[in-house]
């Protein structure tokens, strides 16, 4: 007899208990100052069912920086309205670089490796700026429809703190615009990027908003901001890419699509069944939350719940 498939709460209990007892749990990042002061023991978890039933533990509804989480949700309302003319301006090879290098762009004419790397993003929202005039907006009202939070939003002192040590990013979008590849003023989508990145969601918040990455494409009031194949795009790119340079050892560990941010979250999908996040600030050197990939490793070990 196969053994019942255990309920989500009781996973989710059973890992926080773990993590509990983990010491170690790296660092925040400290190169945005703000982000600086988290405190990395803290940690919460939340699964959300296809219907958008949340389970949680932990700190699962307290907002924090979203940071590169975001750049899932720019890519696929990017895709949704100008479809694979993205892909002509921005790779999805994985770099193999930290996610701010800059090292790559030259060798490739400006055109970035994949839309997680920070070079990627910046060409994303330059690109959702041009067709809707306010990509950071549509991000925010997209991500509230889809949460059911309508109190998500901008933390500006997160986005002022980054834009006042912005020089590396602001490299990125100037070298990208001297191959042609920024329509905006650089000063206009670093505005819009920093906004982008400070938004701060809850665990339960981004686990219902990635919801359209688990059902193919449908968002939660059943229309379509994807196609099943842009969906199963998203998820492939998130799979190779959306970890940086862990992004093996994340497929590794987890086996499943994911993508972190340095404000310490991770989401992660499991297309067809569920969607997750995962919050600690605590990073390893490579910018991803220590007791959320354990967590997320955990979690597809013990429900046996892998895209492999
Ligand atoms: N806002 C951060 C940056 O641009 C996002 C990086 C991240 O979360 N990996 O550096």
């Not at 921005?90 to 490739?108: A, D, I, K, T």
């Not at 490299?171 to 938004?199: E, T």
């Not at 600030?281 to 354990?294: I, K, Y």
Request: hydrophobic share 40%.
């Amino acid at each position: 007899m196969p053994s019942p498939f255990p309920s989500f709460q009781s996973v989710l209990e059973r890992i926080a208990a773990e993590i509990e007892a983990t010491p170690g749990r790296g660092r925040p990042a400290d190169y945005i100052p703000v982000l600086a002061e988290a405190d990395p023991r803290r940690f919460g978890m939340a699964v959300a069912d296809l219907d958008g039933t949340v389970y949680g533990v932990g700190e699962w509804q307290q907002p924090f920086s979203t940071q590169s989480i975001t750049k899932v949700f720019t890519l696929a309302l990017d895709l949704s309205l100008e479809g694979d003319v993205l892909w002509e301006h921005v790779g999805r090879e994985p770099s193999g670089n930290p996610f701010n290098s800059l090292v790559q762009l030259e060798h490739e004419h400006g055109i970035p490796r994949n839309p997680f790397i920070n070079a990627g993003a910046l060409v994303v929202t330059d690109r959702l700026q041009t067709l809707t005039g306010d990509a950071a907006g549509v991000l925010r009202d997209f991500l509230r429809t889809e949460s059911g939070n309508p109190d998500l939003g901008f933390d500006m002192t997160v986005a002022d703190s980054e834009s006042a040590h912005g020089d590396r990013n602001a490299a990125l979008a100037h070298f990208m615009a001297s191959y042609g590849n920024i329509r905006n003023p650089v000063p206009v989508l670093l505005d819009q990027y920093f906004r982008q990145c400070s938004i701060e969601a809850s665990c339960a918040d981004l686990a219902r908003a990635a919801g359209f990455l688990a059902r193919h494409g449908t968002r939660a009031d059943g229309s379509y901001l994807l196609t099943r194949s842009q969906a199963k795009q998203v998820n492939a790119v998130m799979l190779t890419c959306g970890t940086y340079d862990a992004a093996g050892d994340f497929a590794y560990r987890v086996g499943l699509p994911g993508k972190s941010g340095v404000g310490g979250g991770i989401i992660a999908v499991v297309p067809g069944r569920c969607t997750l996040c995962v919050w600690s600030p605590g990073l390893d050197e490579r910018g991803n939350s220590v007791a959320g990939v354990a967590a997320l490793d955990r979690f597809t070990t013990l429900t046996g719940l892998s895209v492999f």
